[in-house]
């Protein structure tokens, strides 16, 4: 049966059953509890509550007894504390009193600090305005008075800088201040600039007294001051130019004539018969004057250029103008101080020209003064006297130059030699390309970037030699014309009737013609041209003429050939035939055959062809083998073409007879071989 409990006891029921012993704070309590519950008896568990209380009032009755001394102390600080603020209120009565008494005093003080601040604002401002529009005494003692050094160009650089803001005080509402001091200034400033000038002047005639002049960083900036003033610049510059005018010809003069100090260096005219180290040395002596006296003159006219580099490629207008300028005076300065040596050194010039002979001592001049005119002309102007000197002697250089070829061409042309038995060049050829080579080895040697042309040289001195060689050859043809004549009249009266026709052409082959003497010109002009063409091969300088010469010799050794051929075919007594062949190979059916010619029957080309057999058969050489030609391979070129123009005239020969037109009954009797046979023969 059941139960039932009554409310309260099952509320505390349930109260007990939900209670977590597990938890921190339980087990905590029951720890705590643990330490003072000894026994665990009914007694005891009534007297729990009870038990737990006075262990509670145990414990608050030890911690009032620890504060105790903790709160005796805060008991004295506070008592300290209310008489400190005791005193505070003394004090605050006290300055209280002392403000209400002091308070004009520090109104006074307020209002002296704020004029204070106002009257330094002033000074200030007084400070700046003569600091930036007025000049100080010492600043006004060395601008007029002192010895010109470092201060005065600061005190000149303050009135420069006072002038500038006096443009800027115009634009403002204090025009009438700034036009006085800018009168003020404008008065010390020109002062300053004529004191300047004499200055410099002075120290520039100084600079004429030494050979070797050092520019002094004091005099450098008054340069450089005065080019604010192009007028007193200019005075300068002119007076620069005139003491190094004549300090400059002094040098020049004793290097000709004394030399060096103790004689070291000698003289430059010690060399006057050496004509090359004599113009040579005072074309150096002039280089070298003119490096120092430009590196003096940059010096002293433009000092930027050598303290500042340029950091970028780019400037602007203004310093582009400025640029400009400067190059412009100091070209004017070194124009002017190097004008007074171009009249010694253009007569000492002009009288070695005048007494030269030698034509290659005359080109090495005329190349010195080419060079010396570039390079002196790049650093100094072209349009300057001693450039222009340098380009006049250059010219005349050249003339006489010129002069000698055409002498030595004229001499040449009015003494032509005479032909030599074997045909050799004359000297005068051998002479010639060996002054050639040497020029052109001159020529080689130049320094100029673009060198000036060499053919003109070429032809001066070549084309002279050409046309003797050809005057000789000339003289030497008409002679033996003149005594193949004589010889050809004395043959014909004393002539053998007996002997046979054949035997006549071949015998005819031998005795002198007047063709020999043409063939013997040609080999003559042929090797006069080789010896001329043969050395200037592989030299660039003449490649134009070693072609033109190339294209004579082919024309000559063309002629010679045809004379050659046409000469043995006479003797042959083909000569005459030719014409009728080429008609009868060319025209087509209808023309009269050849058989019926008198110069070419039958008989009359057997014998002419019976002789050209023996020319081309025989063993005596009876062909020509040009032994006087000197270089071999045109002699075997030579023989080769007669050969090739034999073999043609013998195939145009033999074409014709076998032609069944021309009516030759038998014509393998006539031409006995073929063509193929004669080429054989000739080696082609």
């Known amino acids: 049966m059941d139960t039932k409990l009554a409310p309260g006891l099952s509320r505390k029921l349930k109260k007990v059953l939900d209670c977590r012993t597990d938890s921190p704070d339980v087990l905590s309590s029951l720890n705590t509890l643990s330490s003072f519950y000894a026994e665990n008896t009914p007694q005891s568990r009534r007297n729990l509550r009870s038990s737990i209380e006075k262990r509670g009032l145990s414990i608050n009755v030890d911690f009032l007894e620890a504060s105790r001394a903790a709160q005796q102390a805060l008991d004295r600080v506070e008592d300290e504390v209310n008489a400190l603020a005791s005193c505070c209120d003394k004090i605050a009565k006290a300055l209280n009193s002392c403000s209400a008494t002091t308070g004009d005093i520090i109104t006074t003080t307020e209002r002296l600090k704020q004029e204070l601040n106002v009257t330094t604002q002033r000074q200030q401002i007084v400070s700046c305005f003569l600091r930036d529009y007025q000049l100080s005494n010492q600043e006004i003692n060395a601008l007029r008075e002192e010895e010109l050094n470092e201060d005065f160009f600061k005190a000149l650089s303050h009135v420069q800088e006072i002038h500038a803001n006096c443009k800027l005080l115009l634009r403002t509402h204090h025009q009438r201040a700034g036009l006085e001091l800018m009168d003020m200034m404008a008065v010390y400033q020109e002062g300053a600039y004529e004191r300047l000038c004499r200055w410099v002047q002075a120290e520039c005639r100084q600079l004429g007294d030494s050979d070797n002049p050092q520019v002094s960083d004091l005099l450098r900036t008054a340069v450089r001051c005065l080019k604010e003033r192009p007028v007193l610049f200019k005075y300068c510059a002119e007076e620069v130019a005139n003491m190094r005018h004549n300090a400059l010809f002094r040098r020049f003069i004793s290097a000709l004539t004394r030399g060096g100090p103790g004689g070291v260096p000698r003289p430059i005219e010690v060399h006057a018969h050496d004509p090359l180290r004599y113009v040579g040395d005072m074309l150096g002596w002039l280089h070298q004057a003119l490096a120092s006296e430009r590196e003096l003159v940059l010096a002293l006219l433009d000092p930027d250029s050598i303290a500042d580099s340029p950091t970028t490629n780019q400037m602007s207008k203004s310093q582009e103008s400025d640029s400009q300028k400067t190059e412009s005076d100091i070209t004017f300065v070194l124009d002017r101080i190097f004008e007074g040596v171009c009249r010694p050194f253009k007569l000492r010039v002009e009288q070695v020209l005048q007494s030269q002979s030698s034509l290659i001592i005359s080109y090495k001049l005329s190349n010195t003064l080419e060079f010396y005119s570039y390079t002196i002309s790049d650093l100094l102007g072209r349009d300057t006297a001693l450039s222009n000197t340098l380009w006049t002697l250059k010219d005349a250089a050249q003339k006489t130059f010129f002069d000698i070829l055409k002498t030595r061409g004229e001499k040449l042309l009015r003494y032509p030699p005479l032909v030599a038995v074997d045909l050799s060049p004359p000297p005068a050829v051998r002479e010639g390309v060996s002054v050639l080579l040497e020029l052109v080895e001159t020529h080689y040697s130049m320094m100029l970037q673009k060198k000036p042309p060499f053919d003109p040289v ?196 033999y074409e014709a007879i076998m032609d069944p037109k021309n009516g030759y009954s038998d014509p393998k009797s006539l031409a006995r071989h073929p063509p193929d046979q004669i080429r054989t023969i000739l080696g082609i």
């Open 458 to 653: 070429i032809s001066a001195l070549l084309d002279p030699i050409i046309q003797i060689c050809e005057q000789a050859a000339e003289a030497h043809k008409s002679k033996g014309v003149g005594h193949s004549s004589r010889r050809s009249r004395m043959s014909s009266d004393s002539g053998q009737f007996s002997k046979s026709s054949v035997d006549a052409l071949l015998s005819s082959s031998s005795a002198p013609s007047p063709q020999s003497s043409e063939t013997s010109s040609k080999i003559f002009l042929i090797n006069c041209l080789c010896a001329i063409q043969q050395p200037l091969l592989g030299h660039e300088v003449a490649a134009e003429y070693v072609k033109s010469l190339g294209a004579m010799i082919d024309r000559h050794i063309h002629g010679l050939v045809e004379n050659e051929v046409d000469a043995i075919l006479k003797r042959c007594g083909l000569s005459n035939k030719m014409s009728h062949f080429r008609d009868s190979v060319n025209k087509e059916s209808g023309s009269t055959p050849l058989v019926e010619i008198e110069d070419t029957s039958p008989a009359a080309l057997s014998e002419s062809l019976k002789a050209f057999f023996g020319l081309v058969l025989g063993s005596d050489s009876s062909l020509p083998e040009f032994e006087q030609m000197q270089v071999p391979k045109l002699r075997a070129e030579a023989c080769i073409q007669v050969a090739k123009a034999l073999a043609e005239t013998y195939d145009l020969t």
